[in-house]
């Protein structure tokens, strides 16, 4: 992956298919039974509306009677399995819904009502869009830069994007899987997506291990975090089938994550040459020389 994951396409190594538009949100939506909406349905009478019991988990056939109408700590029985709010999709689920409980039951609810609702909902869940962020405490920074330090540097940095990236069991891109297995329905054609995120997560770790000179440092830091977003992404789309929330907020981040990674790359370049680095062809350095836009 290295240079196949960093350089095909500058970065771009392939394309989703066209008959997968994963630009479409419901793509990435599970398909459930049609259900009849009954809002105020109570069967059991222990004043949980039985859509929610289904939601939390509890059974709207038997009353709890020790229960409020909570969607956070729901009262179980003997007889139910407690609900786990253990994906992001099920958190985001639990919260729209308590939002929507607490403005009247969402009967007759105001277009300013069902926005807010909305946005109250989906402002909590800005957390997906983050990665681990890395800081100059996790890299090896050395406070030399003359001339040997920083051509060293563009040597070793090569050597792990071309070792750790190398593409030898010869997988399609994260993209193509991730299509297909949309396209098929096969939760298993995910399972392709491990060896890329692999490759990321070595480059990340033997990056860290790199001497880098004072005055690269931030160039460093920002192709290390550029990874770990990207890998962050991979690690999104292998949750595409238990989790599609998850999933489809990473993917709308994978395409300026891999932008940003491309300009993470030329950055390192571009510091290279501003420190007047010369490589030779057949130095690894040359690697950020033979991606140059």
């Given at each position: 992956?290295?240079?196949?994951?960093?350089?095909?396409?500058?970065?771009?190594?392939?394309?989703?298919?066209?008959?997968?538009?994963?630009?479409?949100?419901?793509?990435?939506?599970?398909?459930?039974?049609?259900?009849?909406?009954?809002?105020?349905?109570?069967?059991?009478?222990?004043?949980?509306?039985?859509?929610?019991?289904?939601?939390?988990?509890?059974?709207?056939?038997?009353?709890?009677?020790?229960?409020?109408?909570?969607?956070?700590?729901?009262?179980?029985?003997?007889?139910?399995?407690?609900?786990?709010?253990?994906?992001?999709?099920?958190?985001?689920?639990?919260?729209?819904?308590?939002?929507?409980?607490?403005?009247?039951?969402?009967?007759?609810?105001?277009?300013?009502?069902?926005?807010?609702?909305?946005?109250?909902?989906?402002?909590?869940?800005?957390?997906?869009?983050?990665?681990?962020?890395?800081?100059?405490?996790?890299?090896?920074?050395?406070?030399?830069?003359?001339?040997?330090?920083?051509?060293?540097?563009?040597?070793?940095?090569?050597?792990?994007?071309?070792?750790?990236g190398k593409n030898d069991q010869k997988v399609d891109s994260e993209l193509v899987i991730l299509a297909?297995?949309?396209?098929?329905?096969?939760?298993?054609?995910?399972?392709?997506?491990?060896?890329?995120?692999?490759?990321?997560?070595?480059?990340?770790?033997?990056?860290?291990?790199?001497?880098?000179?004072?005055?690269?440092?931030?160039?460093?830091?920002?192709?290390?975090?550029?990874?770990?977003?990207?890998?962050?992404?991979?690690?999104?789309?292998?949750?595409?089938?238990?989790?599609?929330?998850?999933?489809?907020?990473?993917?709308?981040?994978?395409?300026?994550?891999?932008?940003?990674?491309?300009?993470?790359?030329?950055?390192?370049?571009?510091?290279?040459?501003?420190?007047?680095?010369?490589?030779?062809?057949?130095?690894?350095?040359?690697?950020?020389?033979?991606?140059?836009?």
């Amino acid at each position: 992956m290295g240079v196949a994951i960093i350089a095909s396409g500058y970065f771009f190594r392939g394309s989703a298919t066209a008959s997968t538009d994963l630009n479409d949100p419901k793509t990435f939506a599970v398909a459930a039974p049609q259900r009849i909406y009954q809002d105020e349905k109570d069967t059991d009478g222990d004043g949980i509306r039985d859509w929610l019991e289904e939601l939390i988990g509890t059974n709207p056939l038997v009353s709890d009677a020790s229960s409020t109408a909570s969607t956070t700590a729901p009262h179980h029985t003997a007889t139910t399995t407690p609900f786990v709010a253990d994906t992001e999709t099920k958190k985001f689920a639990v919260s729209f819904f308590n939002d929507v409980l607490k403005t009247h039951g969402g009967k007759d609810l105001s277009d300013q009502e069902k926005k807010a609702i909305l946005d109250s909902s989906v402002g909590r869940f800005v957390s997906l869009s983050t990665s681990t962020l890395f800081t100059r405490n996790d890299i090896e920074i050395t406070q030399t830069s003359d001339a040997d330090s920083v051509k060293n540097y563009g040597n070793a940095l090569g050597i792990v994007i071309m070792r750790d990236g190398k593409n030898d069991q010869k997988v399609d891109s994260e993209l193509v899987i991730l299509a297909q297995a949309l396209k098929d329905d096969n939760a298993s054609e995910l399972t392709k997506l491990a060896p890329i995120k692999a490759g990321y997560a070595r480059m990340i770790a033997d990056a860290q291990t790199v001497p880098v000179p004072e005055s690269l440092a931030k160039e460093h830091l920002l192709f290390i975090n550029s990874l770990e977003a990207v890998r962050t992404d991979i690690e999104g789309f292998e949750k595409t089938f238990s989790d599609p929330l998850m999933s489809y907020v990473r993917f709308k981040r994978y395409m300026s994550d891999a932008e940003g990674l491309t300009k993470a790359v030329d950055g390192v370049r571009a510091g290279l040459e501003r420190e007047h680095v010369v490589y030779e062809k057949t130095e690894p350095g040359q690697f950020f020389f033979s991606l140059r836009p």
